[in-house]
């Protein structure tokens, strides 16, 4: 770095571009596609939870009153009760009704016995005329109670909690079949360069590999957005801003990498900046050319775009730090919480460049209980934005400050989860 470069902090970018940033209009979906997504409205549960009073157990239901608890005795069976259908009748005192587990109890009866604890076989056995109780249970046991769960008109979910597979079993319970939700933001990515070959495409002359475009669509599906697109764009501006344009119309927001820097066929540079795109070099190592815009279509909508710097590495780390955050406010989510951070123990001595916040790809060891955890860089380069091939071993992002430029062994830095 030229000491003569100014260099924004990424805080500061990340704050000018989360200013323009406008969380997607709420939407009802069905239930079962609202997986990670952020409750819009809360869910008020419709129904009781259970909804009838059943039994916890495949046995017989009887009236526990006047029965001793733990004694033995022997009572009629006036009919069965399969799970699915409603009792024929009442339960009359000094009878019992064979029931299977989660149907409704018939009314007058409070308590199961599971058949395991009388006279009878467990399994596909003909209906008994009457059955012996080895040990009369508690009153009240192996009985659901309507409601126990959760009583009609209570809150199930509150706006603003993220759908897990938990939520949405608890709002189908609740009675729903479609919730309000911020909905799945679709990314569409751009990876430009002319040096780009598709995945396991023969390399002719100085090709590479595209690793970038698979790279964030993998990191846009973990972060459960959808992916619109995902391919490359050679160097062509108009070619690139005909493919920028085709993509926003159907994403919610676009990210490009490569051509940003400061060469003579800067693609993306050159494509948008008369469209009032800005460009930053964030005071970052690896991720210091940075930038971002909108691009208007169809029906007036302005959809965000962030143009990363090609270096995987760099694509890996502006992901985490901008990338997450964006997605994070488009879904209604607290873009402050789009990281886990916490602090680490490095083992070894680094160097990091002075002036930058250097972002160091590594593998994160839990400590002993009371310990802070390790970390260790996942490869001897360290930060070196080309080191595609090691990524996988990272599982945290290890940030050194602006002004250090030298890390001891044992000291404390910090990291975020990834
Ligand atoms: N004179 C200067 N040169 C550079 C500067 C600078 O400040 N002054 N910054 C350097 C930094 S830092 C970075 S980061 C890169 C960013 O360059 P670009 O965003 O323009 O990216 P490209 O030049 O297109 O590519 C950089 C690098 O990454 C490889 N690459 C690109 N796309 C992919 C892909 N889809 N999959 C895998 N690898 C990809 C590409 O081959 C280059 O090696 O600029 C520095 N230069
Ligand atoms: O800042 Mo660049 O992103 O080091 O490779």
Redesign the pocket.
Known sequence: MSNTEKLLDYQDFLASLLAEIVPLAPRELPVGDSLGLTLAEPVISRLSVPPFTNSAMDGFAFNSAGLPVDGSVTLPVAGDIPAGTDPSADCQPGQAWRIMTGAKMPAGADTVVKVEDTDQKPGPVPLPEQVTIHRVPRAGANVRRAGEDLPVGSEVLAAGEVMSPGAIASAISGGYAKVTVFPRVRVGII???S??AGAGASLEGSM??????SLAAALARVAQAEVSFAGQCGDDVAQFRETLRQVAETSDLVVT???????AY?VVKQGVSEWGFHFARVALQ?G??QGYGFVEVSGGRRVPVLTL????V?VFVSWHLFVLPVLAKLSGRDPDQAHVCREATVVEEWTSPRGKVQVVPVRLTPGQPGETPTVQRTHRLGSK??L?ASLHKANALMLIDRDVESVAPWSIVKVIEI
């Open positions: 990876a430009t360069g040096e780009l590479i590999p595209d690793s970038n475009s990498s490569g051509g940003v820097s400061a060469g800067e690896p210091k050319p710097p090609g270096n995987p760099s934005s080309h595609v």
